[in-house]
């Protein structure tokens, strides 16, 4: 925390040989087994603060084996200490190696691939250069098998990591690949699609009320940003709504084929009457596609929910 709030902290760690410290307590007995699950969990989270915006500090702890050690000593056991590692392999690694180290060490240990999915999003959200460009096809197709795969079951988190791994893939590949132009790109908006238009999740959330009581994951947020611990069917099609925006603002092409196969289905979770937080991210994706007459026209159809006029 003190890190997050004073920089100047990491910068003095890193220069007294922190990196070399965190190496050695990872590898140590301490760090080992059950026991030492809040240890590991503890210095990833401390890798990806020491990192967060510093290209220095990602050089300084590369060379001093973080990466390494991370991938060998970190995704030891079926934990979230696990779910952190793959997020600081993915803050200093980049995303080849945290799709290594999904196809690895994923199979059977559904923390691995929580944490994948979430490091894909934000390794896809920061990519830049052909380098890393050259690697999104490849992410894409193992989150498309994540989404086919019944690991959800036993993983309330996953398919909203995958979910969203999708939008900020798609994102980028978008506005290189037309419509038909690339299978995998055409499936992976099917799959958001398919979200958003699933009627049993709809009449799910029509059913039921939503909470917002926060989740205790190793990632806790105090914004909006937190994972709250709602139904998952919510919880997907936020994340879809969110990458369905995401894709119509970056793509025209995109945008026309999202409006005629997904703005009925937005239009539809709308009008069920969610939470605020859900309703916000409905709008901002119907917008992307409809534009601003759509929304002033539903704030007129719902002036008496507080939430919907509120998103």
């Known amino acids: 925390v003190l890190i997050v709030e004073v920089p100047r902290l990491g910068s003095l760690l890193i220069s007294h040989g922190g990196c070399q410290c965190l190496v050695h307590v990872m590898r140590s007995p301490a760090a080992r087994g059950p026991d030492g ?5 503890a210095i990833a989270c401390l890798v990806v603060s020491l990192a967060d915006g510093s290209s220095e500090a990602v050089q300084a702890l590369r060379h001093a084996g973080l990466a390494q050690v991370l991938a060998e000593e970190g995704l030891q056991g079926p934990d979230q200490a696990a ?9 200093i690694a980049g995303l080849g190696v945290v799709l290594q180290a999904m196809r690895k060490h994923g199979p059977g240990n559904v923390f691995v691939l ?3 999915a979430k490091a894909i999003s934000e390794c896809a959200f920061h990519a830049s250069d052909r380098g890393q460009l050259e690697v999104l096809p490849d992410a894409l197709s193992l989150v498309l098998e994540l989404t086919r795969s019944p690991q959800h079951d036993v993983a309330r988190d996953l398919e909203r990591s995958c979910i969203k791994a999708l939008g900020s893939l798609l994102a980028i590949l978008t506005s290189y690949a037309s419509p038909g132009a690339m299978p995998a790109v055409d499936m992976g908006v099917e ?12 009449d799910a959330t029509a059913a039921s009320p939503t909470t917002n009581a926060e989740e205790e994951t190793w990632h806790r947020q105090t914004d909006e940003n937190s994972v709250y611990d709602r139904p998952n069917h919510e919880a997907a099609a936020e994340a879809a709504a969110e990458a369905v925006g995401r894709i119509a603002i970056t793509s025209q092409e995109w945008r026309v084929v999202l409006r005629q196969y997904a703005l009925e289905g937005l239009i539809k979770w709308i009008r069920i009457g969610t939470d605020r937080r859900l309703l916000k991210y409905l709008f901002w994706a119907s917008a992307s596609m ?14 008496d929910n507080i939430g919907a006029v509120d998103a």
């Open 37 to 41: 699950q809040d240890l590991r969990k």
């Open 83 to 91: 779910e952190a590692a793959m997020w600081a392999l993915g803050t």
């Open 114 to 116: 929580q944490g994948g």
């Open 191 to 202: 799959v958001l699609i398919r979200q958003l238009t699933n009627q049993e999740a709809m």
């Open 290 to 303: 409809a534009g601003m007459p759509f929304v002033a026209s539903e704030m007129q159809r719902h002036m």
